[in-house]
């Protein structure tokens, strides 16, 4: 197995971050202008290891003062604009019956949120999630009527809808487990971002091609706000990756986000969640979850039910994958 110090990337960017010297006011917020002060210092925070370049993307906004909501589009949309990504974008593997359906979804600071839930054929749901947050009275739309959505604002459906390798491996699929889609450990890995910007401002996304091998019309965790992905700006963000039934049992994001508002760090509210999936959940030790947090002081945590969760983290201009701590020792 790899060791994590392989794993190690510095980022290319560090020695262009001049944050240190650069803070950002807090109180400017109120009067929409961003200047100059003593404000919090950015961090990206995301899930396996395509969160590295993910966190690359997401760092050049945050380095340039930007905003942590653009930072977390641009960072998941490197994953999702990868066709070798077997779990995000076009280039998931699909579901039984042979599509690679999408869902993702978008928070910012202010509690705004879109979501996008089994969608074909859109290089970008993140971005689609984000006009619907944008630009509907809505927070989600799904299948057809998102698809719609998007043609209608500027979106086009792609060319290919599976691409050879990941139809090459349904084919194989199909012969091997006779129509019978599980979540074991081994078919997901979806992203998770959350980004506090310099001026002390947090946003998550998430998006996903889902559970490899799912029911048609599946959705998982990953584009349902409080299950996949919650932001609070008075406290803090957390995301999730893995099972999603088992995360929606529990409504695993918003359950951290709410222990830290009671006073647990992000590490004790990952490990908190974890461990009342698994008290409730019997056959825990079958199946992989994985959860990050980030509080509003720039804390973070990570833990998983398993051995195996791997998560980046950007902050003072390195950007390093960890490997979390897990629950089945
Ligand atoms: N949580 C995702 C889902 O259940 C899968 C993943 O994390 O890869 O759809």
């Known amino acids: 197995m790899t060791s994590r110090r392989d794993f190690i990337k510095k980022s290319a960017l560090a020695s262009a971050l001049v944050l240190g010297g650069n803070k950002l006011l807090r109180a400017e917020k109120e009067s929409g202008e961003r200047v100059q002060g003593d404000g919090k210092k950015p961090i990206v925070l995301s899930t396996w290891s395509h969160g590295i370049p993910a966190n690359d993307a997401a760092w050049k906004i945050l380095s340039a003062n930007g905003k942590a909501l653009d930072a977390v589009e641009q960072g998941v949309m490197v994953p999702e604009s990868d066709p070798k990504n077997r779990s995000v974008g076009l280039g998931g593997l699909p579901d039984r019956d042979g599509h690679v359906t999408l869902d993702a979804c978008i928070m910012d600071e202010k509690g705004n949120c879109g979501s996008v839930a089994f969608l074909e054929g859109i290089l970008h749901p993140i971005s689609v999630a984000r006009k619907v947050m944008e630009k509907t009275p809505h927070v989600m739309l799904v299948g057809d009527g998102a698809l719609q959505f998007a043609l209608e604002n500027g979106f086009t459906k792609n060319d290919y809808i599976i691409t050879p390798e990941a139809k090459e491996a349904w084919e194989k699929w199909k012969k091997e487990n006779n129509y019978n889609p599980k979540g074991d450990k081994a078919n997901h890995d979806t992203i998770g971002l959350i980004a506090i910007d310099a001026a002390g401002d947090l946003s998550g996304a998430c998006t996903t091609s889902g559970l490899a091998w799912k029911y048609h019309g599946r959705v998982g965790d990953s584009p349902i706000i409080g299950d996949g992905l919650f932001v609070d700006n008075e406290v803090g963000a957390a995301c999730t990756t893995g099972k999603g039934e088992a995360v929606m049992k529990i409504c695993g994001s918003i359950v951290v986000v709410e222990m830290m508002r009671n006073g647990k760090t992000p590490q004790q509210a990952c490990e908190e969640m974890i461990k009342r999936m698994a008290k409730k959940q019997s056959d825990w030790k079958d199946f992989q ?9 720039g804390e973070h945590g990570a833990f998983a039910l398993q ?8 902050v003072d201009g390195e950007n390093k994958l960890y490997d979390s701590d897990y629950l089945n020792k």
Request: aromatic share 12%.
């Open 289 to 297: 979850v994985g959860v990050l947090a980030l509080n509003s002081n």
């Open 307 to 314: 051995k195996g969760f791997q998560y980046a983290l950007a």
